[in-house]
């Protein structure tokens, strides 16, 4: 680094506020990890709990639409989640 040279520090923000969903870094005044790790899996398997439920749950409810899902994914780009989102958005009976 040069001498005279201007330094612009990146500050990682302390908290992602998205609503309800606040996500706390842990990192105020010297702060590391705050919560036990414990907990931390805690959350993780739970997420993941939950999205294996859902995920049952769009594959029983996307049942009656495979055949234009199947039609979908013939476009490049197009994978299985995408198709069930454009048969969600469209509304396709």
Known sequence: MRAGSAVVARRRPHAINH?????DWGHRQGQRGSQP?????EVIDQRTRQI???????????????????LIRTITGIEQRCAEVIVAETGRT
């Open 52 to 70: 294996e439920e859902l995920s049952a749950r769009i594959e029983v409810v996307m049942e009656p639409f495979q055949s234009f899902c199947a």
């Open 19 to 23: 609503g309800a969903n606040r996500v």
């Open 37 to 41: 790790n414990s907990y931390r899996l």
